[in-house]
Nanobody, 118 residues
Framework: QAQLVESGGGPVQVGGSLRLSCSAS????????IAWYRQVPGNQRELVAR???????DYADSVKGRFTISRDNAKNSVYLQMNSLKPEDTAVYYC????????????WGQGTQVTVSS
């Protein structure tokens, strides 16, 4: 059974940086598109960034220029470098492996809390 484990969240001051990690077991991340989502209580999960198996990435407008998604295939891990953090970045961040086609499996991590305060 595939498992995703996020780490690296925590409290940080406005303007600070954090690097989130998503480590996988039971699934090879290098051949999959991987995404980071975030969720604030009461709101839907928001796509933050994703990276294709080929390394192409895209970002939500709200994080462009501040966040960078990357992958280390040797470590079967994906990262989200978050710089210039703002209070509105406060959320639970989730690693996601989306379905490739109907009937395929989708995977989520348990989430890691990021709290940005002034």
């Amino acid at each position: 059974q595939a498992q995703l484990v996020e780490s690296g969240g925590g409290p940080v001051q406005v303007g600070g940086s954090l690097r989130l990690s998503c480590s996988a077991s039971g699934i090879i991340l290098s051949i999959r598109t991987i995404a980071w989502y975030r969720q604030v209580p009461g709101n839907q999960r928001e796509l933050v960034a994703r990276i294709s198996s080929g390394g192409t990435s895209d970002y939500a407008d709200s994080v462009k220029g501040r966040f960078t998604i990357s992958r280390d295939n040797a470590k079967n891990s994906v990262y989200l470098q978050m710089n210039s953090l703002k209070p509105e970045d406060t959320a639970v961040y989730y690693c996601n492996v989306p379905r490739r086609f109907p009937g395929d499996s989708e995977y989520w991590g348990q989430g890691t809390q990021v709290t940005v305060s002034s």
